[in-house]
């Protein structure tokens, strides 16, 4: 695991981008479902903070709720900041000077975000007269040093390239190379390398890495790759059924976690020091959110669980410097 800087419990910098007690409901035939239930975190300019958790837990519905790209029928409610400044109820059209602009996506699957009968350079292009108002020769010579920036070789000749005519590692540089064109203040990552093998990731992981040190901007990289986060992050916010369960810095939560699903998480790694043996899994699925036990929704797949954890709700509480768990047992 990548040594991380410690995190000092005594500096408390104002963040770049608060989302404070974030909730979002579907609705749909007349009735509603909540997925998100009082999300908090910060993320400080040229901090990476690394989002974790199963499948259907709120790790990207949290971005795109703040980001208003959820649609009509979602119902976001809370109160969200970007450099002191509030940005939650803006309209659409207010938005879209945040979006692309100061905080930028990456989606997980370049094929489904780029046009494929648009060529590359047109493509970007567009995000550039879009977010940094080029034109023409200026806007080309842009997009020319976003290839660069982003290590793809022969930059002016792919430009010409459709997407169909390149690789998923290059289409995904091409994607980093769109978000980096407004020049953003946080670089939001949604599994940047899922569909990718494991070199390409790797190279697309230093990428970032690199991109975000050099620019000095802020990163929020959302995957299922424990891995990938001790590698990229300093802090991490373990996400399970709409609710953060523990949040602390990387080293602290790969040496002691504190929540029974983080331990989880961490134990269904391979330990390439041991001799082979079979994992361990959690057992049972993340609920429903129309599905949720009363009290803490982990306990029906916890090992460690007590009778107070099916009888209330526990809070997310700080447990040792700059870590907290909502859990029973981490508060005790």
Known sequence: MTAHPPVRADVHPAPLVSLRDLQVEFSAGGSSVRVLHGVNLDVHAGESLGMVGESGCGKSVTWLAALGLLGPHAQVQGEFTLAGERFDGLNDQALSLIRGRRIALISQDPASALNPVQRIGRQLVEAIRLHKGLQGDAAHAQAVRLLDQVHIPHAQQRLQAYPHELSGGMNQRVMIA??????PELLIADEPTTALDVTIQA?????LGEVRRDQG???VLISHDLSVIAQECERVMVMYAGRVAETAPTDALFRAPR????QGLLACLPDMGRRPRRLPAIAGQVPQPWQLPSGCSFAPRCT???????IRLPDLLTVA???QSACVLGAA
């Open 259 to 262: 929540h029974p699903y983080t």
């Open 203 to 207: 190279q697309i992981l230093n990428l």
């Open 178 to 183: 769109m978000a980096l064109a407004g020049e």
């Open 217 to 219: 901007m802020g990163m």
């Open 321 to 323: 410097p700059a870590h």
């Open 304 to 310: 460690q669980a007590q009778e107070a954890c099916s």
